[in-house]
Structure formats: structure tokens, C-alpha cells
């Protein structure tokens, strides 16, 4: 049975200490369906996770954009000493849209200052690159990254959705502590070359969608329980011709958890952490009852025969996790 009063475990990325889950905030500001949902509510949510022992918020400057920083930074005021943050960038951003990327100098600095003020500290903990930028070399990138660093505004460095080669010569410039990535039972792309190289490097992965947008938590029936301007409205996953054969997944996933009295997010959570102990997921929710759930996935050890089932069941996977516009920003 999946504990709902454990105490939290701890792991490494890199160098960095923090809760072996995390708590990603991006859903309380952007791109998922949030009727109902206030800001005090999603402050309480992240107050509670603290409780928790989960000391370890990931956000960004395209959330919103801007947005869930300024959330988060309302949050954790007079908290800074409990909590290790984790904020990204690297879009352009014109008048509150994407416009492509920016992996300058300048950039890297101009959105460091930008966090920093929306976020109300003093300085980051964990600085990722966004994705990456093509035009622009990751040496130079990670280099402007390294001076925060020495100027005492930036802890660690992390990038995210880096092909093996740019993380190695990213490494080279200055120490990644982690790499973020979509990682789940039923997205499992890394495991070819990413993270046979984040474990050579001692780079920790911190996976991010464990739980499959939700679909994983058995959440879904149809594409049509997702709400208006839901972004999964775009996920390949979820659109009908690949609906009936992803939810074979998630029947095995409820499988699974039923032997152990556990809920199917729980399962995806501990397989995601039985991957290895340098590989922290940061599901997001925005329900307390979801949250306290998800920390009980800490203390399930799930069987061999329980991976056999997951694995069989995540090979019967169908679809991308995203479009070909949003996929071609991904390296592999």
C-alpha cells in the first residue's frame, strides 16, 4: 500500500539535494483547463506540499508567460529557506506569445534579472535552458549561464529536451546538475541515449509529465472530458485514433495498482522513480487530495511482476507526445 503519511525521501541532481518528488507549478497558471481554480487555492496547494516535505517547485517565465512566477513568488514569500527553485527560459516572448528562441548572452541574463524580480529571491537554485536553441552554440549559452553562477544569482545549471551531444559539451563548460524531459511509462525515448549519458555524467533527470498529462491517472474517458482551451487538445495521445490503445495502458497501470491498495497515479509515480535514484519527477495538480496522493508514491515498491506488466503495457503506446511543430524543438 502507497503511504499517505510518509516522510519524504530525498535524492541528488547533481550536486543539488531536494525531495525525491516535486511539485510542477505550470498548471496553476497555464495551458490546462484551471475553472475553479484561484490563486489562494493554488498557494495553499504549494504551502501543503511544504508540509509534505516537498521542497522542490519548478516554474518558468513562459508560464503564463510570467505569471506562474509571480504566483509561486506569493507562495513561498517568507519560506525562501524551505523550498529549492527551479525556473526556465529561453523564448522569445512579443506580447505574451512565443516567437521562437533566444539562446544568447543577452538572453540568458535580461531572463535571469526577470526571475529574479518576478519571483521576489535573491537567487535560483536550479537555472535550466528551456530548449535549445540551434543558431545559437550551447557553449555560449551555458557560458552566460556559468557567470550567474559566479555572480552568485544562479546555484545549478539544468537544461531540458538536450540531445546526448549538447549535454555533453554543455557539461564540458560548466556542470549540469540535471536534465528535464518528458519521461513516463508511456513516453520512454530517453532511454536509448539521454540517460545512459545523465548517469556516465552524474546528471540527474527530472522527468516531467510522469504521469502521462494526466492520462495516466485513468482521468480520462475520451478526448471530450478535456476541457476548452486544454493544450491536450493538441497531443497526439489523446486524439481518437490513438485514444483505445493508450487506454490499454492505463488499464495496466490500474492493474497494477489495485494488487497494491494504490492509485494508478501512485504506480506511474514509483516507476518513474525506481528508474534510478538520480531521477526526480515533478507531477503537477492543482487538487490537495491529488497532491497528498502523489507523495504517497514514495514509499511503493512495485515487483518484478509489476514491471513486466508496465513495460508490456508501454509498449502498446500510440502516438507523440506532441505535435510536429512542438516536436521539432525536442532533441532526441
Same mark, same amino acid.
Given at each position: %500500500? @502507497?503511504?499517505?503519511?510518509?516522510?519524504? =525521501?530525498? /535524492?541528488? *541532481? &547533481?550536486?543539488? #539535494?531536494?525531495? $525525491?518528488?516535486?511539485?510542477?507549478?505550470?498548471?496553476?497558471?497555464?495551458?490546462?483547463?484551471?475553472?475553479?481554480?484561484?490563486?489562494?487555492?493554488?498557494?495553499?496547494?504549494?504551502?501543503?506540499?511544504?508540509?509534505?516535505?516537498?521542497?522542490?517547485?519548478?516554474?518558468?517565465?513562459?508560464?503564463?508567460?510570467?505569471?506562474?512566477?509571480?504566483?509561486?513568488?506569493?507562495?513561498?514569500?517568507?519560506?525562501?529557506?524551505?523550498?529549492?527553485?527551479?525556473?526556465?527560459?529561453?523564448?522569445?516572448?512579443?506580447?505574451?506569445?512565443?516567437?521562437?528562441?533566444?539562446?544568447?548572452?543577452?538572453?540568458?541574463?535580461?531572463?535571469?534579472?526577470?526571475?529574479?524580480?518576478?519571483?521576489?529571491?535573491?537567487?535560483?537554485?536550479?537555472?535550466?535552458?528551456?530548449?535549445?536553441?540551434?543558431?545559437?552554440?550551447?557553449?555560449?549559452?551555458?557560458?552566460? %549561464? @556559468?557567470?550567474?553562477?559566479?555572480?552568485? =544569482?544562479? /546555484?545549478? *545549471? &539544468?537544461?531540458? #529536451?538536450?540531445? $546526448?551531444?549538447?549535454?555533453?559539451?554543455?557539461?564540458?563548460?560548466?556542470?549540469?546538475?540535471?536534465?528535464?524531459?518528458?519521461?513516463?511509462?508511456?513516453?520512454?525515448?530517453?532511454?536509448?541515449?539521454?540517460?545512459?549519458?545523465?548517469?556516465?555524467?552524474?546528471?540527474?533527470?527530472?522527468?516531467?509529465?510522469?504521469?502521462?498529462?494526466?492520462?495516466?491517472?485513468?482521468?480520462?474517458?475520451?478526448?471530450?472530458?478535456?476541457?476548452?482551451?486544454?493544450?491536450?487538445?493538441?497531443?497526439?495521445?489523446?486524439?481518437?485514433?490513438?485514444?483505445?490503445?493508450?487506454?490499454?495502458?492505463?488499464?495496466?497501470?490500474?492493474?497494477?495498482?489495485?494488487?497494491?491498495?494504490?492509485?494508478?497515479?501512485?504506480?506511474?509515480?514509483?516507476?518513474?522513480?525506481?528508474?534510478?535514484?538520480?531521477?526526480?519527477?515533478?507531477?503537477?495538480?492543482?487538487?490537495?487530495?491529488?497532491?497528498?496522493?502523489?507523495?504517497?508514491?514514495?514509499?511503493?515498491?512495485?515487483?518484478?511482476?509489476?514491471?513486466?506488466?508496465?513495460?508490456?503495457?508501454?509498449?502498446?503506446?500510440?502516438?507523440?507526445?506532441?505535435?510536429?511543430?512542438?516536436?521539432?524543438?525536442?532533441?532526441?
Amino acid at each position: %500500500m @502507497a503511504s499517505n503519511t510518509q516522510v519524504m =525521501k530525498r /535524492r541528488k *541532481l &547533481g550536486q543539488l #539535494e531536494v525531495s $525525491a518528488l516535486g511539485l510542477g507549478c505550470m498548471g496553476m497558471s497555464a495551458f490546462y483547463d484551471r475553472t475553479g481554480v484561484t490563486e489562494n487555492e493554488s498557494i495553499q496547494l504549494i504551502h501543503k506540499a511544504i508540509d509534505l516535505g516537498v521542497d522542490f517547485f519548478d516554474t518558468a517565465e513562459i508560464y503564463g508567460p510570467y505569471t506562474n512566477e509571480e504566483l509561486v513568488a506569493k507562495a513561498i514569500k517568507g519560506k525562501r529557506d524551505q523550498v529549492v527553485i527551479a525556473t526556465k527560459f529561453a523564448w522569445k516572448i512579443v506580447n505574451g506569445e512565443r516567437v521562437g528562441l533566444d539562446g544568447s548572452a543577452k538572453n540568458v541574463k535580461s531572463s535571469c534579472e526577470g526571475s529574479l524580480r518576478r519571483l521576489g529571491i535573491d537567487h535560483i537554485d536550479l537555472f535550466y535552458q528551456h530548449r535549445v536553441d540551434r543558431d545559437v552554440p550551447v557553449e555560449e549559452t551555458v557560458g552566460a %549561464m @556559468a557567470e550567474l553562477v559566479k555572480e552568485g =544569482k544562479v /546555484r545549478f *545549471l &539544468g537544461l531540458s #529536451e538536450a540531445g $546526448a551531444d549538447r549535454i555533453r559539451r554543455a557539461h564540458a563548460v560548466h556542470p549540469i546538475a540535471a536534465v528535464q524531459s518528458e519521461y513516463s511509462i508511456w513516453e520512454r525515448g530517453l532511454e536509448q541515449n539521454i540517460i545512459p549519458t545523465l548517469d556516465e555524467l552524474g546528471i540527474g533527470l527530472v522527468p516531467y509529465s510522469p504521469l502521462g498529462r494526466g492520462f495516466l491517472s485513468g482521468s480520462f474517458a475520451s478526448k471530450e472530458d478535456l476541457k476548452e482551451g486544454d493544450f491536450r487538445h493538441n497531443d497526439p495521445r489523446f486524439q481518437e485514433e490513438h485514444f483505445a490503445a493508450n487506454q490499454k495502458v492505463v488499464d495496466a497501470v490500474k492493474k497494477v495498482a489495485a494488487n497494491h491498495d494504490a492509485t494508478p497515479a501512485q504506480v506511474a509515480l514509483a516507476w518513474c522513480l525506481s528508474r534510478g535514484k538520480n531521477i526526480v519527477p515533478i507531477p503537477g495538480t492543482t487538487k490537495l487530495h491529488r497532491l497528498v496522493q502523489n507523495c504517497g508514491s514514495v514509499d511503493l515498491v512495485l515487483t518484478d511482476d509489476d514491471q513486466r506488466i508496465i513495460d508490456e503495457a508501454g509498449n502498446l503506446k500510440s502516438g507523440n507526445r506532441y505535435n510536429d511543430q512542438m516536436m521539432a524543438f525536442v532533441e532526441r
